[in-house]
């Protein structure tokens, strides 16, 4: 049989004097629990144990371990669905500076936003080759590459950020190193644009490649 009447949440309601009609009956509550329960609470061991039946888009998941909301999305990123972190404000870009000789400092190069890699966006504004963040608590991390195929141990160099609030945040080449990572965790008290630089000795005319990480903690 079927529902005879709807609950306060409109769920299905039966009446003691209809005919029963055990699979229907059931399978319409079971439908029901579906489509209402969103919301699971256990390990984050078991939410990365999930089968594919068991997680759908707008499924809420609490880690009682780590103590995180996650949200599983029809695209995480990269076309695929997966887990964010609704709490979480995230926002990555790529830099690419052309033909870089020796010396310095040079400038990024162009930005460029990752589509599909900024979460809670709005606190970063990408504009005429400039990231201009809101006042707040940020972590940042860019990592440049300097792709040169060989680098000799003549390599040296360093990579850095300047928010224009404190002294730079700087990562050193070590010899014959291609690869460094600037980090730094702040707080803007006004909207300001981070200026990128780093310089480079050691030979080659490469294109250097970088990533930049942003995080907004509050």
């Given at each position: 049989?079927?529902?005879?009447?709807?609950?306060?949440?409109?769920?299905?309601?039966?009446?003691?004097?209809?005919?029963?009609?055990?699979?229907?009956?059931?399978?319409?509550?079971?439908?029901?629990?579906?489509?209402?329960?969103?919301?699971?609470?256990?390990?984050?061991?078991?939410?990365?144990?999930?089968?594919?039946?068991?997680?759908?888009?707008?499924?809420?998941?609490?880690?009682?371990?780590?103590?995180?909301?996650?949200?599983?999305?029809?695209?995480?990123?990269?076309?695929?669905?997966?887990?964010?972190?609704?709490?979480?404000?995230?926002?990555?870009?790529?830099?690419?500076?052309?033909?870089?000789?020796?010396?310095?400092?040079?400038?990024?190069?162009?930005?460029?936003?990752?589509?599909?890699?900024?979460?809670?966006?709005?606190?970063?504004?990408?504009?005429?080759?400039?990231?201009?963040?809101?006042?707040?608590?940020?972590?940042?991390?860019?990592?440049?590459?300097?792709?040169?195929?060989?680098?000799?141990?003549?390599?040296?160099?360093?990579?850095?950020?300047?928010?224009?609030?404190s002294e730079p945040?700087?990562?050193?080449?070590g010899s014959g190193?291609?690869?460094?990572?600037?980090?730094?965790?702040?707080?803007?008290?006004?909207?300001?644009?981070?200026?990128?630089?780093?310089?480079?000795?050691?030979?080659?005319?490469?294109?250097?490649?970088?990533?930049?990480?942003?995080?907004?903690?509050?």
């Amino acid at each position: 049989m079927a529902q005879d009447s709807w609950g306060p949440k409109h769920q299905p309601q039966y009446s003691n004097v209809g005919v029963p009609a055990d699979a229907a009956d059931l399978s319409q509550i079971a439908n029901f629990a579906a489509l209402v329960g969103n919301r699971k609470v256990d390990t984050s061991t078991a939410r990365a144990a999930l089968g594919a039946d068991e997680k759908w888009p707008g499924l809420q998941w609490y880690d009682t371990d780590t103590l995180a909301n996650w949200l599983y999305v029809a695209d995480a990123g990269s076309g695929s669905a997966g887990w964010v972190n609704p709490d979480m404000r995230f926002a990555q870009f790529t830099t690419l500076a052309g033909g870089v000789p020796d010396g310095g400092p040079y400038s990024q190069g162009t930005i460029t936003a990752v589509s599909g890699k900024t979460v809670g966006g709005g606190f970063a504004t990408l504009a005429n080759n400039k990231i201009t963040l809101d006042p707040g608590e940020y972590d940042i991390t860019w990592t440049l590459k300097l792709n040169v195929s060989q680098p000799t141990s003549a390599r040296t160099g360093y990579v850095q950020f300047d928010i224009g609030e404190s002294e730079p945040f700087r990562a050193e080449y070590g010899s014959g190193g291609d690869t460094a990572a600037a980090k730094g965790s702040f707080l803007l008290t006004q909207a300001t644009a981070p200026s990128f630089t780093f310089y480079k000795q050691g030979g080659g005319t490469p294109n250097a490649t970088g990533t930049i990480r942003i995080r907004k903690d509050a």
